[in-house]
Structure formats: C-alpha cells, structure tokens
C-alpha cells in the first residue's frame, strides 16, 4: 500500500546494465504485508523475509519508488476512476488510463493511497529511506522457503 501515492509516469535510469525505463512512484511512506524480497546475484538468489502476518514498512521524507513491472489486483487507487476487477500488469509501456493523469504527476495536492493485493513487484529501486521488516529472516535459495510464525 503507497500511503499518500503519486504515479508520477515513466523515468529513465541509469543502473549498471545500461539505462532502464521505469515506473515511478512517489509517497510518504509503504506498508508490505508479508514481505518476501528476492534479490538475485551471480553467487545465487538471496531472501528477506518478514514473519508471517506482519507489516513491513518503508519510510523517509520521501519515498520513492521505482519499478520495471508490478502485477497485483489493484482495489484502489484513491480517486474517482477505478482499476478493473482482476489481477492488472503495470509497465513503462502499459499504463492505465486510471492510474495516470498528467495533472496528478504535476500535483503533489493528487496524493492518495493505492492499494495492490497480492503484489508483485519486479526490478525495485528505493531511495533515501528506512526499511523496518518485523522479524525478518535472511536465506540462500531460490525454492520458497517455508512461512515462520
């Protein structure tokens, strides 16, 4: 859940490999229920994980967010122009028409919070901020691992 979210369009940025079209998203903080982040390297596939049933949050004077997918079903998007039932895929080139207006990019007055069950988010990039994961716990291995309570 983005708390007081802006979609503000599609960025380039640079990274390692080369530059990267992605989303961004800009809020004053995120709440991940069940957080599992997979981070891949050439040694393996490493895991952090929350404890089951937990909040994780991620909080600065400003989060922002960048990402190249993320799938969930959207249940809200804090304005008037509502997400389709189902699970939606989000990208630099699919953009819904619901969850962008150029004015809304331009406006932080167009914060709100967006909702995405059971979401998946692919190439994430947070900046300037502090992530609090209740509980977590650090594994090798790319099977899932089984849920701690």
Known sequence: MLLG???????TVESAAGAKRLLEFTARSLEVQDLDLEVRQTTGT????????????????????????????FTSTGHEASP????????????????????AAAS?????TITIKNAEV???RLTQV??????????M?????????
Request: proline content about 10%; glycine content about 10%; overall charge positive.
């Open 108 to 112: 932080d007055s167009a914060s709100r």
């Open 5 to 11: 979210g802006v979609f503000r369009g599609v960025v």
């Open 141 to 149: 291995g790319s099977a899932p691992a089984p849920r701690r309570g």
């Open 84 to 103: 389709p039932g189902g699970s939606v895929t989000v990208t630099p080139s699919t953009i819904p028409s619901w969850l962008f207006t150029p004015a």
């Open 130 to 139: 502090s992530l609090n994961v209740p509980r977590a716990h650090v594994r």
């Open 122 to 124: 692919s190439q994430i």
């Open 46 to 73: 490493w895991h952090l994980q929350a404890a089951p049933g937990t909040t994780s949050t991620v909080v600065g004077d400003s989060v922002t967010l960048y990402a190249e997918r993320v799938v969930g079903t």
